[in-house]
C-alpha cells in the first residue's frame, strides 16, 4: 500500500484527539470519518485521501479505549498509522477492526509531511519513495495477518466458524 504521509510528530496523541468525544455516538463510519484527527487538525479529513499513511509520535492513541476513533481513521480513508509505539488499547481496537497499525520510530523520523510513502507488510519495509529511504519494522505473526487480511477479528472468527465461508 502507498500514500501521501500525514507527519503529526508529538507525543501522546489521544483518542479524544483523534476523534473527539461528542463524535462518538455516531454510527456511521463516513459521519465518523469527517471528525477524524479532529481535535488537533479539524481540516484533516477534508486532505486525506484513499491510501494515506498518517505518521505519529509515541503513544498514539493513549487515553480512554474508543474503537470509534480507529474506524474514523479507516472511514478518512487512511490505510495505516505508522508511529513510534502505541497505546495498548488502541493497538488492540486496531488490529481487532482490520486496521494498521506499525510501530516504527525510524520511519517518523525519516519522513515529512506529504511525502510518498509505501507498507511493505510481507517484508517489514516502511519506504519514503521520495527520499529513497526504507525503515524495518517487526512484522506481524501470521494469526495478526490473518485477523488484518480477513477485515478483523469478527471477520475472522466467523471464517473459522463457517469453514471458510463469509454466510
Known sequence: M???AHLFDRDRISTDEILPARHQALADDAELAKHAMAGIDPEFAQRSARGDILLAGREFGFG???E???RALAGARVAAVVARSFAPA?????LNNGFLAI???AAVDGVRDGDLVEVDLK???VRNLIRGTAFGFVPFTPFALDI???GGLLPYVLRQTTGGSSA
Not at 90 to 94: C, I, K, L, S, V
Open 2 to 4: 502507498r500514500g501521501k
Open 64 to 66: 480512554t479505549a474508543r
Open 68 to 70: 470509534a476513533a480507529v
Open 90 to 94: 488502541f493497538f488492540r481496537d486496531a
Open 103 to 105: 510501530e516504527c520510530p
Open 123 to 125: 517484508d517489514g519495509v
Open 148 to 150: 488484518l487480511e480477513a
